[in-house]
């Protein structure tokens, strides 16, 4: 793929991730990352991304690891309760995450349903990215 085809992939991410932060109450901050770590679009300002991405990324890891060995199925989500917010985190298909950051008031029940339509059009984003 070329390097203007990946930048609109980009863009086009980013956008849908400043679009969930604009949807649900409370969210301050987005990371789409590889599952090894590298971030592939971000739209939080305040954060580090290349240190959230990579700790996300283990945090998944061990999600899934924890889920496989307790046998209660897939794994839906990694949640951080903070004194001052959360950090959940999903994985967006087999080789990606979506990190979400929020505030103490963040809408928990809006955020589950809005970031599972984010998951889909990320990973899809993602995949016209590996076909090309």
């Keep these: ?3 203007g085809n990946e930048a609109m992939v980009q863009d086009e991410i980013v ?3 400043a679009g969930l932060r604009e ?10 990352a590889a599952s090894d770590g590298l971030v ?9 991304d290349q240190a959230l991405a990579a ?3 283990a945090g998944l890891g061990l999600g899934k690891r924890t889920a496989g060995e307790v046998a209660l199925g897939p794994l839906a989500e990694v949640e ?3 004194q001052g917010g959360h950090v959940v985190v999903y994985a967006v298909g087999a080789e990606a995450l979506l990190a979400v950051m929020g505030d103490e008031g963040m809408d928990g029940p ?4 809005e970031s599972s ?10 995949e016209v990215t590996e076909a090309v």
């Design 1 to 3: 793929m070329g390097e």
């Design 15 to 17: 956008r849908e991730l």
């Design 23 to 32: 949807r649900v109450m409370g969210v301050t901050g987005t990371v789409v």
């Design 40 to 48: 592939v679009a971000s739209d939080s300002p305040q954060v580090r």
């Design 55 to 57: 700790l996300a990324a």
């Design 80 to 82: 951080f309760r903070c």
């Design 110 to 113: 809006t955020l589950a349903k």
């Design 117 to 126: 339509r984010t998951i889909e059009r990320v990973g899809a984003l993602l």
